[in-house]
């Protein structure tokens, strides 16, 4: 996680706090806590969307008032990466055409690394090709 960037300070500090509380280091872990940590409001309502006794996502919370239109779509990416989780009947609100287009867009990407390591390997630099000549 030494590479991944964080939003701020707050971000980076949440990340740590909860990786620590929740005592499992995973790559599902990681990137549950990582997007959830992107908004200040995400961070401050964490017991609301997860339960660090029975190690679980809380649904429930997706409808609290607390929610905007940008942390639906941090928790609807969060959840995701979780387990796969989209709710029945608004799996379209769980696409990345609808998550994507926010300002947190960049730390989602982050966030995938995350989960998928084994896939989000830094691409080698291509080799200049050699000019044809005609």
Known sequence: MSEIRFRNAAHRDFFLESMIKCKVNDCYHRAFFYVMGIAGETRQNINAMFDFK??????????????????????????????????????????????????????FMEGIKARYPEYCRDLPTPKKQAEHTR
């Open 54 to 107: 029975t190690d679980c996502i809380k649904p429930e919370g997706m409808h609290a008032g607390w929610q905007t239109s940008g942390t639906v779509k941090v928790c609807h990416l969060a959840f995701n990466l979780w387990n796969g989780y989209a709710e029945e009947g608004r799996e379209k609100l769980f696409t990345p055409e609808e998550l994507f287009c926010c300002e947190f867009a960049p730390y």
